[in-house]
């Protein structure tokens, strides 16, 4: 312990004083989601999880934790709900996600190409998110919209008939 640090509850984080950004400081706001859907009910876990994750960005692991203690919802049960459904992720995410398509009609089409030149671009390996915070990169099964392959989603936006170049001149529009 330093003189402005203490060790959270979790005591796996040395606290830094005012301005930390650790969790010890950011559970607050999942006390306030769970104030607001008091009391909680484990079928919705859900609706829980979503409002989580648009507090935090993501769902961190501590936070996880403290609501299941909280709420007694099993962590397993958590665990289970967040790795079936896509949406949700225990690790930090990028301002944007870019899923690339992966499917057949995209493959045989340069799908792979354009992938690495937008990894290329942004400086990240396909699953990881950029060291600024900017993207979040998935590969990803078929989007629906073969007919516009190559495709590419930024987050709710589709980019069709995508070359590499016209790919990465794309990421460089978001901030
Ligand atoms: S295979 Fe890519 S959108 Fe269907």
């Known amino acids: 312990m330093t003189e402005t640090g203490k060790v959270h509850s979790a005591g796996m984080h040395v606290h830094r004083g005012e301005g930390c950004e650790c969790l010890a400081a950011d559970l607050a706001r999942a006390e306030a989601i769970l104030a607001e859907l008091s009391p909680v009910d484990p079928g919705d876990l859900i609706p829980l999880l979503q409002r989580l994750q648009e507090a935090y960005g993501y769902l961190p692991k501590e936070v996880l934790a403290e609501v299941s203690e909280r709420t007694g919802i099993p962590l397993s049960r958590m665990y289970g709900v967040i790795t079936f459904y ?67 989603m930024v987050d709710e936006e589709y980019f069709g008939q995508l070359t590499p170049a016209k790919a990465r001149a794309i990421v460089k529009n978001y901030a």
């Open 86 to 152: 896509t949406q949700f992720s225990t690790e930090p995410r990028g301002r944007h996600t870019i899923r690339c398509c992966t499917g057949t009609a995209c493959h045989v089409r340069g799908a792979k190409d354009v992938a690495e030149a937008i990894l290329h671009e942004i400086d990240v390996e396909a699953g990881g998110t950029t060291s600024d915070g900017r993207f979040t990169f998935e590969n990803v099964a078929c989007l629906g919209t073969c007919f516009l392959a190559p495709v590419v």
